[in-house]
């Protein structure tokens, strides 16, 4: 099995290159001049932009071959004191950069929504919100010029204190979102409500990839191994590459990483990740995984990344392909 791994949004060792650069919205409030202000706005989401591929060609230095966009590239986009604001036209010349980068060096790059973003939701404005902002997400990845293969994901959202009629809701609005949308979204179990056995069963109904988070699926789980119902998830990608118009080569199952920051406080996330845990997992659905893809979801992002390739291939059965990569027998 191959695994490649990957890592979030921003990196600890390149310096001055956040890609999340903001303005409050009480700050733009004030500003005399709104045109102005719009401007100002541009100029930072482009900064952003190109912080992002500051980042990409770190992590092509690195072979680092996945990778998460921030959700904060365009700050306030989506604010009602924005309303009618839409800044793809004035910023196309770096999205289409950013995503010529990423098809040239075959990257693979997603979005995960903020977790306000929720279709589980029995409030109207909520729904209406969180559907605004899945289509500013997808708008982003086509501006990139990305196809398909680039997600966006989200989780199930909350429960209500129904989770049937949670999940019940989810399933009735997914068929009613734009197909730009519907093409690009993946789910994910979390750690609280909808375990990965209640998030797989809606996926497989639905037809979307499921990611399986491995850490939350320690912390919220029916009793079901993860390698128990790994062969239903991977199977959820599959049917989503028979999807794909154009390029047909496969889309590794993707999963996440990250590790309990302490006993007391096993949802939150440790600067770095345990080897253990995750090769355990990765040793189980080897024989029958040729390829998958690691987010790593570490509050050290890229250094964890390093530290995790330093140490797995000191591992029995694994070699390393890249400097981001490894082999492992199955």
Known sequence: MIVRFGYVA??????????????TATHFAKLADREAAVR???????????????LLRHNRAYDIHVFRFSSKLVPLWGHELLEGWNPLDALAGEFAELGEYVRTHGMRT????????????????????????????SAMLEAMGLDERAKCNIHMGGTYGNKEAA???FVQRFPQLDEKIRSRLTLENDDKTFTAAETLAVCEELGIPMVLDIHHHQVNNGGEPASGLWPRIRRTWERAQESISGDKSPIPPKIHASSPKSDKDIRA???????????????EIAKDTPRLDVMLEAKQKDASLFRLMEE???????????????????
């Open 167 to 169: 999940s019940a809701r």
């Open 10 to 23: 921003m990196s600890v060792s390149v310096s001055n290159a956040s890609p999340s650069k903001t303005m």
């Open 312 to 330: 797995l291939p000191g591992e029995p059965g694994i070699r390393r392909v890249d400097q981001a990569t490894i082999e492992l027998e199955g």
């Open 110 to 137: 997603s979005f995960h929504p903020d977790h306000f973003t929720v279709l589980t939701t029995p409030r109207e404005e909520v729904l209406k919100s969180s559907i605004a902002d899945l289509g500013r997400h």
């Open 40 to 54: 100002k706005l541009e100029r930072i989401a482009a900064e952003n932009l190109h912080n992002t591929l500051r």
């Open 269 to 283: 996330h440790a600067d770095f990740v345990e080897a253990g845990a995750l090769l355990g997992f990765l040793r």
